[in-house]
């Protein structure tokens, strides 16, 4: 069983800048391909980015590129979502989540990750 827990969402004004951390159980961390996802009040939860197992190899949707960047730290069990130049549309809660799929791809669809946090809310004022 995984556990994972986010932290760092809060109010920012526009421009601003946050970083989300997420902080997974298990002692096999390195072996997990992680992402995150967003939803915003009545729309669908979206992809967000996702990193690989070691790193090396990292996903964004088009709309957070060269804003945000997700980062590891496999030796402290931890996930980042450094975002800058935030927008109020990216008002959302933020959800960080683990697959543990045998693999070093990135995944950007959300069944294929069989664990999911709790969420923090980021909000975005103009």
């Known amino acids: 069983q995984v556990q994972l827990v986010e932290s760092g969402g809060g109010l920012v004004q526009a421009g601003g800048s946050l970083r989300l951390s997420c902080a997974a159980s298990?002692?096999?961390?390195?072996?997990?391909?992680m992402g995150w996802f967003r939803q915003a009040p009545g729309k669908e939860r979206e992809f967000v980015a996702g990193i690989n197992r070691n790193g090396r190899t990292t996903s964004y949707v088009d709309v957070v590129k060269g804003r945000f960047i997700i980062s590891r730290d496999n030796a402290k069990n931890t996930m980042y979502l450094q975002m800058n130049s935030l927008k109020p549309e990216d008002t959302a809660v933020y959800y960080c989540?683990?697959?543990?799929?045998?693999?070093?791809?990135?995944?950007?669809?959300?069944?294929?990750?069989?664990?999911w946090g709790q969420g923090t809310q980021v909000t975005v004022s103009s």
């Open positions: 989540a683990a697959s543990l799929l045998p693999t070093t791809a990135v995944f950007t669809s959300g069944p294929l990750y069989a664990y």
């Open positions: 298990g002692r096999t961390f390195s072996s997990y391909t």
